[in-house]
């Protein structure tokens, strides 16, 4: 599939006419091309939005939400189609881009066609002096999407339905990795009414296309997810051109296990929380802390467990594993788990690349599990991002807090016990940004999304999205 840019509702070639190779990690193969966009694309991305806001931002409130309830239908009408485009794009066995990823985009959609329609602001009378306040929550303008690609057509609507839904027009960059389904997107804009220019899709490299929205005078927030190290680097662009910052970014989330947990829920639960989507999740619980009076019992069964994984093609119904996302990152991957034994660490189970018959030259991982005893080895403290966890034993509920902190990352992180006192301590306690208890990804788009410390700054879903990407302005009227 050959991939154009969006650019005022319609398909486009980038202006110098340079393209790049897709490559499909299930074989390895080149799949299509996609634009390789410079500057002068976003620029052209920037009028059409900048043409499009006037009339948009003073659509009515029925109008925008009747839109994106139509992109959400039409994305679930195309469920198989945008599905298999993902799995090609990014190596995700199809069947869970059918059960999450495309399921989720449409979601995305809807519950900001709803939540757009209930978004208010607040009035505040200053009783005595005659004077009423209140706030105008008025959209920013032009803005600018940034999304990676583990979850593409996930995160990419993440952010651009809440942008749309209140008013501003948006320039947005899936990554170039997986670029195929925010091209597809493209077709179900058209269909669905969205206006011209409201939406403009540029493809290509972060460090240009990607840069150029970040620089651009006048696109005045961004919303970024991605590496750490982007995020950092955008964020010294944006800073000090006064824009709004919206950045979630990587994660070593633990996974802490106390006795008196639900073992078989748990167990389950974290065979999913570490190997889900190959382990690049932001989201996954690749540090798995276990209370030393079970650990060995968690340690037989947990292996037993992930040996009756199936890596195999995405698109073989069976498989529980796919491939992961490109050449260079299984072998940054790789390199993690090979350099593992230099911090005193033991592989228990995996590994190894796989070898799919069939699909010989794509690129697939054993799921791997490796004992660690120092939390500060590089496995416990890096962002390996792949079908790779780490497990290591604690004593106290005291240990387990200072091991799950000791981390310069703060996005999620997953307490087992049946103990309220010490989920509620552990609640208060953790320096992450969500904590589950007894359950893992259980998302409810309404919650506020993100983290602390390294794993960024502002927060997605719910009203909080629509916060980001309007400006508050209070007005106070005297009256006599
Ligand atoms: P990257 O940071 O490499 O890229 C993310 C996006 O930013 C891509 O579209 C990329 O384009 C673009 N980009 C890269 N460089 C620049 C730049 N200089 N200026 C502007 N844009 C740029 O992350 P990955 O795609 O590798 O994604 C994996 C990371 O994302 C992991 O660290 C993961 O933890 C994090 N993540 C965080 C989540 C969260 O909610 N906190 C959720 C999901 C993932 P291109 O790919 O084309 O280079």
Same mark, same amino acid.
């Given at each position: 599939?050959?991939?154009?840019?969006?650019?005022?509702?319609?398909?486009?070639?980038?202006?110098? +006419?340079?393209?790049?190779?897709? @490559? +499909?990690?299930?074989?390895?193969?080149?799949?299509?091309?996609?634009?390789?966009?410079?500057?002068?694309?976003?620029?052209?991305? @920037?009028?059409?939005?900048?043409?499009?806001?006037?009339?948009?931002?003073?659509?009515?409130? %029925? %109008?925008?939400?009747?839109?994106?309830? +139509?992109?959400?239908?039409?994305?679930?009408?195309?469920?198989?189609?945008?599905?298999?485009?993902?799995?090609?794009?990014?190596?995700?066995?199809?069947?869970?881009?059918?059960?999450?990823?495309?399921?989720?985009?449409?979601?995305?959609?809807?519950?900001?066609?709803?939540?757009?329609?209930?978004?208010?602001?607040?009035?505040?009378?200053?009783?005595?002096?005659?004077?009423?306040?209140?706030?105008?929550?008025?959209?920013?303008?032009?803005?600018?999407?940034?999304?990676?690609?583990?979850?593409?057509?996930?995160?990419?609507?993440?952010?651009?339905?809440?942008?749309?839904?209140?008013?501003?027009?948006?320039?947005?960059?899936?990554?170039?990795?997986?670029?195929?389904?925010?091209?597809?997107?493209?077709?179900?804009?058209?269909?669905?009414?969205?206006?011209?220019?409201?939406?403009?899709?540029?493809?290509?490299?972060?460090?240009?296309?990607?840069?150029?929205?970040?620089?651009?005078?006048?696109?005045?927030?961004?919303?970024?997810?991605?590496?750490?190290?982007?995020?950092?680097?955008?964020?010294?662009?944006?800073?000090?051109?006064?824009?709004?910052?919206?950045?979630?970014?990587?994660?070593?989330?633990?996974?802490?296990?106390?006795?008196?947990?639900? @073992?078989?829920?748990?167990?389950?639960?974290?065979?999913?929380?570490?190997?889900?989507?190959?382990?690049?999740?932001?989201?996954?619980?690749?540090?798995?802390?276990?209370?030393?009076?079970?650990?060995?019992?968690?340690?037989?069964?947990?292996?037993?467990?992930?040996?009756?994984?199936?890596?195999?093609?995405?698109?073989?119904?069976?498989?529980?594993?796919?491939?992961?996302?490109?050449?260079?990152?299984?072998?940054?991957?790789?390199?993690?788990?090979?350099?593992?034994?230099?911090?005193?660490?033991?592989?228990?189970?995996?590994?190894?690349?796989?070898?799919?018959?069939?699909?010989?030259?794509? @690129?697939?991982?054993?799921?791997?599990?490796?004992?660690?005893?120092?939390?500060?080895?590089?496995?416990?403290?890096?962002?390996?991002?792949?079908?790779?966890?780490?497990?290591?034993?604690?004593?106290?509920?005291?240990?387990?807090?200072?091991?799950?902190?000791?981390?310069?990352?703060?996005?999620?992180?997953?307490?087992?016990?049946?103990?309220?006192?010490?989920?509620?301590?552990?609640?208060?306690?953790?320096?992450?940004?969500?904590?589950?208890?007894?359950?893992?990804?259980?998302?409810?788009?309404?919650?506020?999304?993100?983290?602390?410390?390294?794993?960024?700054?502002?927060?997605?879903?719910?009203?909080?999205?629509?916060?980001?990407?309007?400006?508050?302005?209070?007005?106070?009227?005297?009256?006599?």
């Amino acid at each position: 599939m050959n991939i154009k840019n969006y650019i005022n509702g319609e398909f486009v070639n980038p202006i110098e +006419n340079n393209w790049m190779p897709n @490559y +499909n990690p299930s074989n390895g193969k080149v799949s299509g091309q996609i634009p390789n966009s410079t500057k002068e694309d976003v620029e052209k991305a @920037y009028e059409a939005a900048e043409k499009a806001f006037l009339k948009w931002s003073n659509t009515t409130l %029925e %109008e925008r939400s009747k839109i994106l309830s +139509n992109i959400a239908t039409l994305i679930l009408e195309r469920l198989d189609l945008l599905a298999v485009a993902e799995s090609k794009d990014n190596g995700k066995p199809v069947s869970l881009a059918k059960e999450v990823d495309i399921p989720r985009a449409a979601s995305n959609f809807q519950f900001f066609a709803n939540a757009i329609t209930q978004f208010s602001s607040e009035a505040h009378e200053s009783i005595g002096l005659n004077a009423v306040n209140f706030t105008l929550r008025q959209p920013i303008g032009v803005v600018g999407c940034i999304s990676p690609w583990n979850l593409p057509l996930y995160l990419f609507t993440w952010k651009i339905a809440p942008a749309i839904a209140a008013g501003n027009c948006v320039v947005a960059k899936p990554s170039e990795i997986t670029p195929m389904t925010a091209f597809l997107l493209g077709e179900i804009l058209q269909e669905a009414g969205l206006p011209k220019g409201v939406l403009n899709i540029v493809h290509g490299l972060g460090t240009t296309a990607g840069n150029a929205i970040v620089a651009h005078p006048n696109i005045k927030a961004i919303s970024f997810t991605g590496g750490t190290k982007t995020g950092a680097h955008i964020a010294g662009i944006a800073a000090p051109m006064f824009k709004k910052l919206s950045l979630e970014l990587g994660g070593k989330n633990p996974n802490i296990i106390f006795a008196d947990c639900d @073992y078989n829920k748990m167990l389950a639960t974290t065979v999913r929380s570490s190997f889900a989507n190959q382990g690049q999740i932001c989201l996954c619980g690749s540090r798995i802390l276990v209370e030393e009076k079970i650990y060995e019992k968690f340690k037989k069964d947990f292996i037993e467990k992930v040996a009756q994984l199936k890596v195999g093609n995405p698109s073989d119904e069976t498989t529980n594993i796919g491939a992961l996302v490109s050449m260079a990152h299984l072998e940054k991957v790789k390199g993690y788990i090979d350099s593992a034994s230099k911090d005193g660490a033991k592989v228990l189970f995996g590994g190894n690349k796989v070898l799919v018959t069939g699909s010989e030259n794509g @690129y697939y991982l054993q799921p791997t599990i490796i004992e660690v005893t120092d939390n500060k080895c590089s496995l416990n403290q890096e962002e390996v991002f792949g079908p790779v966890v780490t497990i290591m034993s604690f004593k106290t509920d005291a240990e387990a807090l200072q091991l799950a902190n000791d981390v310069k990352y703060g996005l999620s992180a997953t307490v087992w016990t049946h103990d309220l006192n010490r989920s509620m301590q552990f609640s208060k306690q953790l320096q992450t940004g969500i904590v589950w208890v007894n359950t893992w990804m259980l998302r409810d788009l309404r919650t506020p999304f993100g983290g602390q410390k390294d794993s960024g700054v502002g927060r997605e879903g719910g009203l909080e999205a629509l916060r980001f990407f309007t400006v508050p302005k209070n007005v106070c009227i005297q009256y006599g």
